[in-house]
């Protein structure tokens, strides 16, 4: 696992709101500098839901905004995941992260209001 410098919420481009899950009203600027000033509709962030991250559960979320809205980046969640990117599924044995699937949590976007 590589690590990245950190804006550390320095950058404006890079600011990120979090909608759905665990992390569900969480806003950041804390990215990769290697991010900045690009596009992130489509980027997947995996969030540790506890320390070391190498044995945490991992929230994750994708980009939906095609850029950003009242400063911020759109991210939604999709689901959780373990610490090596298994993915985790219901006790009925399907996997519910599916944005087309009324049954996710993702599927259900909330408004932004400013």
Not at 39 to 66: D, N, W
Request: aromatic fraction near 8%.
């Amino acid at each position: 696992m590589s690590t990245h410098e950190s804006a550390a919420n320095q950058d404006p481009t890079l600011f990120c709101a979090y909608f759905g899950g665990p992390r569900d009203g969480f806003m950041t600027g804390d990215l990769p500098v290697a991010l900045s000033s690009n596009k992130l509709t489509g980027s997947v962030a995996r969030i540790p839901m506890s320390q070391p991250s190498a044995f945490s559960l991992h929230a994750v979320y994708v980009c939906t905004s095609e850029t950003q809205i009242d400063g911020f980046w759109e991210f939604r969640y999709i689901g959780m995941e373990g610490p090596n990117g298994e993915k985790l599924i219901t006790e009925e044995g399907e996997q519910r992260n599916d944005m087309n699937d009324p049954r996710s949590p993702s599927a259900h976007p909330r408004a932004v209001s400013s």
